[in-house]
């Protein structure tokens, strides 16, 4: 296998994914330089991930239509420049417009990362470029608060946006120099009513639920542009129904494999995403740990998520995506509950054993996924697929920040009090039965699904020619 077409893709997954989580951290020193609210300053957050919503559905079509090499570059330069005019930004206005130019370049370059990876790899070796391309997917939204905090704090806040530049140059030039270069595509016309209805579905529901479980709006915002997404979602799956060729095709659902592995990971993306939001916030609030000390134990998450890459594709050959994925899921759900149990006088390194444990179980278990769910994918349907899996991991995440959000927000309506250390165990241990809904969509699988990419047969593993046993 080539490992350098997936590290090169791996650079621009990394900026996409802990940009959205780096000036979490820093908020408060860039509300004071540019004179707003730190509250306020939230909305930059949304803006990023609106952004991304808005236009994930058009990345296949242009990739298809301009070539998909060309376009991850030029992808990188906007993203480049987006980072640029963040750190340049003189105002709240100024700096969510430039979170926004930011999300643009984002929203082309993750699903066009996963779609070359596809069309460029033979499924047989599937598992193993996915092992390097999903690194910066968990590895980059734990390394964004410390690396932010770190940053804000020794040098200045500037900076977090100032060190895409070299990265984002280093990564056009690598494409260009290795990336295959994919000839165009035949496109059909675009959907224009569908890019309408997806565009305020996906960024509705994520700006709902944003404000919902991050009040920088009255809450009544929040459910209000929920409830206008939902609705303009339905409208939209009664357009797809007669649109010659909708933005986004919901008949590639119609494969089996491909619909289970999308909502089960989907579950298990919600349940992930409120550790970012939890964890923090209990080790500073109930354990007096700083925003630095606190990321320094999360990242963590990230060495675990790099040592599983070793051994990741000899897990799935041998036992099978299904027995690989309901262990991993198992070993999730008990990750929760054990976070759950931390409290202030829990040993350091306790605490640091627990999160490598998750990376390792979440890496292993999106590695597999994210290759085999497109085991039954055929080429001319790769961008489709990419698109629409690419949707569902940025309304997994910002379902899971709602989650987390929302749980905490229960907990106090139900003691009347102020948020302690037994409010964050409690939505921990409540996530964790959350988390179990990951096991649904895979019950039906088969032992052998996803062989063509897993290498597993059955017990007669080494010969293909069986069918398995």
């Known amino acids: 296998m080539n490992r350098v077409t997936p590290l090169i893709l791996a650079v621009a997954m990394f900026m996409e994914m802990m940009d959205a989580t780096v000036i979490a951290t820093s908020l408060p020193a860039i509300a004071a330089d540019i004179g707003t609210d730190p509250v306020a300053l939230k909305l930059a957050m949304t803006a990023y991930l609106v952004s991304l919503a808005m236009f994930i559905p058009l990345s296949g079509w242009i990739a298809d239509r301009f070539g998909a090499r060309r376009v991850f570059c030029w992808a990188i330069v906007v993203f480049v420049i987006g980072s640029l005019c963040c750190a340049f930004s003189f105002s709240l206005e100024t700096f969510v417009g430039s979170r926004f130019l930011q999300g643009m370049g984002g929203s082309i370059m993750t699903p066009l990362a996963r779609l070359v990876l596809v069309r460029s790899t033979e499924k047989k070796d599937l598992v193993n470029a996915m092992a390097w391309l999903t690194l910066p997917a968990l590895i980059g939204p734990l390394m964004g608060p410390p690396l932010g905090g770190f940053l804000t704090t020794y040098v200045s806040w500037h900076w977090i946006f100032f060190i895409n530049v070299p990265i984002g140059i280093f990564g056009i030039i690598a494409a260009v120099l290795y990336l295959?270069?994919?000839?165009?595509?035949?496109t059909d016309p675009i959907d224009w009513p569908g890019f309408v209805m997806t565009s305020i579905a996906f960024s509705g529901i994520l700006f709902g639920l944003s404000v919902i479980s991050l009040p920088v709006l009255p809450p009544l915002v929040g459910i209000s542009?929920?409830?206008i997404g939902v609705i303009s979602g339905w409208m939209y799956l009664r357009h797809a129904k007669k649109a010659p060729h909708p933005v986004l095709n919901p008949q590639i659902f119609q494969h089996d494999l491909f619909r289970r592995i999308t909502l089960a990971s989907f579950f298990f993306r919600v349940a992930m995403g409120t550790t970012p939001f939890l964890l923090p916030l209990m080790m500073q609030?109930?354990?007096?740990?700083?925003?630095?000390?606190?990321?320094?134990v999360?990242?963590?998450g990230a060495a675990g998520a790099i040592t599983a890459k070793s051994f990741v594709?000899?897990?799935?050959k041998s036992f099978g995506f299904r027995n690989v994925v309901v262990v991993t899921t198992a070993i999730s759900s008990l990750v929760f509950v054990a976070t759950g149990l931390f409290h202030p006088t829990t040993p350091i390194w306790a605490m640091m054993a627990v999160m490598m444990c998750a990376g390792l179980a979440r890496s292993t278990y999106f590695t597999g996924s994210n290759a085999v769910m497109f085991g039954d994918i055929e080429s001319k349907e790769a961008a489709q697929a990419s698109v629409i899996f690419a949707v569902s991991v940025q309304l997994g995440l910002a379902t899971g920040v709602a989650l987390a959000g929302g749980l905490?927000?229960?907990r106090t309506l139900i003691t009347g009090a102020a948020l302690s250390v037994e409010d964050f165990q409690w939505a921990f241990m409540a996530v964790a039965l959350f988390s179990l809904l990951a096991f649904l969509p895979v019950i039906g699988v088969s032992r052998t699904a996803g062989a063509e990419v897993s290498?597993?047969?059955?017990?007669?593993?080494?010969?293909?020619?069986t069918g398995g046993g």
Do not use: I
């Not at 295959?180 to 035949?186: G, H, L, T």
């Not at 609030?285 to 320094?296: D, I, K, R, S, V």
């Open 408 to 410: 905490l927000e229960v």
């Open 298 to 300: 999360m990242l963590f």
């Open 313 to 316: 594709k000899p897990a799935y």
């Open 180 to 186: 295959p270069k994919f000839e165009r595509q035949p």
């Open 225 to 227: 542009a929920t409830v």
């Open 455 to 465: 290498g597993y047969y059955g017990r007669r593993a080494d010969n293909p020619s």
């Open 285 to 296: 609030l109930g354990f007096g740990y700083t925003p630095f000390e606190a990321g320094l």
